[in-house]
């Protein structure tokens, strides 16, 4: 791939910025995590991104985007210019509205973006927005606060806010409900503090920072009947159109980039190709294995032994313990925990589901409040299995200690083609964010399982 190399040394010195009142001041979260943890998680995230979704193979689209991100990069506040991180920008060609930044500096802008927009600022905005989140660390920002889980295990979860849909859905396919994007879809605090930084970098590269807040309109026009995937993936904060232009205030740019012949050509150019795929289309294309194994031994065969009648505890990290069946497996996932049978897990186009078992996990939410939180997870697993059905109301439930809610729902499963009905438990911990146990069994032998479930649901200790 060929692209041009400008130093941003010398992009950062063609414009010139006056700041004519107070702009805000940003400072970074609190993280535990290192600078090398960044780099090496997003390092490791981007290889599987670039395995399941397709990259716009075209030199002069992707060199033009590279040219305003290596701009914006230029304006990056000093004391968050860290010499580890290395900012790389790809075009993926799909449709959706969409970009996402990885840890570290792996910036991916998609197709349909590019298209969507109506001027080059635009582009820019929506690139800065993303460079900001890099740059203050949100990532592992959000796994400071919210899990102890470790680096290795955020590969997953970075994954599963970008592959398969919106952020917030079930990264996987059939009865696997696992919320990997808990650590990417960002707060609303977050969100905000990237909206405000990013006009700052826009100014400093000699891009109008009002052109950031004309995207989200762009955007929110584009969206279509679904909604715009990006809006979804960046929750509101609150009329932030207003507060952008107010910071744009306090901000003079000598010089401002004007749309530019690459901007034109770039948009020329995709309207010669061929119409770009759905994500979800993209990452069904991707390296289908064969149905049913995950290439280790485990596949799905639905024939498993009943649940014993004996329990063994589980601690899964300082957030909560849990007793199941001893002859089930413990399968860890990202921020979430499986126990399965033998003949009741495995694999299918590279996606982890089960059969029979339970998944016990976390869902960070906005609202702390019980039922919405738990209204809004439904929601995220129905768009990823589009035949969930929900029959049944809330229930009142306890749940380790706590006032908690209890559902059945139905669904297809992916690994047998047949019905299965699903019990779901939620409750808030302290820090109000949800906590869920899913039991799920074949259609006819439910009725076997349900007081398994409710005994494991019984049986949840919270530790803190």
């Known amino acids: ?7 941003l040394t010398v992009m950062a010195a063609l414009v010139s910025v006056h700041i004519v009142a107070a702009q805000t001041v940003i400072k970074a979260p609190k993280n535990k995590y290192k600078l090398e943890q960044d780099v090496q998680l997003g390092r490791e995230a981007s290889v599987e991104v670039e395995k399941q979704l397709p990259l716009l193979r075209d030199d002069n689209v992707t060199s033009y985007v590279s040219e305003i991100g290596r701009r914006l990069v230029g304006g990056i506040p000093s ?3 860290y010499k580890e991180f290395q900012y790389t920008f790809k075009v993926v060609n799909v449709k959706e509205i969409n970009a996402f930044a990885l840890p570290g500096g792996p910036m991916y802008v998609n197709r349909g973006m590019i298209e969507a927009a109506k001027t080059e600022g635009e582009v820019a905005g929506v690139i800065a927005h993303e460079i900001s989140h890099v740059a203050l ?7 400071t606060k919210a899990t102890p889980y470790e680096v290795g295990t955020l ?18 396919q059939g009865t696997q409900f696992g919320l990997g994007a808990y650590f990417l879809k960002f707060s609303r605090e977050y969100e905000k503090q990237a909206d405000l930084e990013g006009s700052q970098i826009m100014a400093r590269a000699g891009f109008d920072p009002r052109e950031m807040a004309n995207m989200f309109k762009t955007i929110e026009k584009q969206g279509g009947s679904g909604g715009p995937q990006w809006l979804s993936d960046h929750p509101n904060p609150g009329d932030r159109y207003t507060y952008i232009l107010q910071e744009a205030k306090s901000l003079h740019v000598e010089n401002a980039s004007r749309d530019t012949q690459g901007f034109q050509s770039a948009q020329a150019r995709l309207k010669q190709m061929p119409p770009a795929p759905s994500t979800e289309e993209a990452t069904k294309n991707a390296g289908k294995r064969a149905p049913n194994t995950d290439g280790g031994g485990a596949v799905v065969t639905g024939n498993v032994a009943r649940p014993s ?3 063994k505890a589980y601690s899964e990290g300082n957030i909560f313990r849990v007793s199941v069946p001893s002859n089930w497996k413990e399968l860890p996932g990202n921020n979430s925990v499986t126990f399965a049978p033998e003949g009741g897990y495995g694999t299918l186009n590279q996606q982890s589901l089960f059969t029979h078992g339970v998944e016990a996990g976390l869902s960070r939410n906005e609202t702390h409040e019980l039922q919405q939180a738990t209204d809004e ?7 990823s299995n589009p ?3 929900r029959p049944s109301g809330y229930n009142n439930a306890t749940i380790g200690g706590r006032s908690g809610l209890r559902t059945q729902l139905t669904n297809v499963s992916d690994a047998t083609g047949k019905n299965e009905r699903i019990d779901l438990f939620t409750a808030l911990l302290q820090d109000g964010t949800l906590f869920y146990l899913i039991g799920v069994a074949p259609d006819g032998e439910f009725n076997a399982y349900e007081p398994v479930f409710r005994k494991v649901a019984g049986s949840v200790q919270f530790l803190r």
């Open 387 to 389: 035949r969930l059905g």
């Open 309 to 311: 009648t004996s329990y």
């Open 137 to 143: 660390r949100h990532g592992t920002a959000q796994a």
């Open 79 to 81: 004391d968050q210019r």
């Open 377 to 383: 997870l439904i929601q995220s697993l129905a768009q």
């Open 1 to 7: 791939m060929r692209v041009s190399r400008l130093p």
């Open 155 to 172: 590969v997953g979860a970075v994954l599963g806010a970008i592959v398969g849909g919106r952020t917030g859905s079930a990264i996987a």
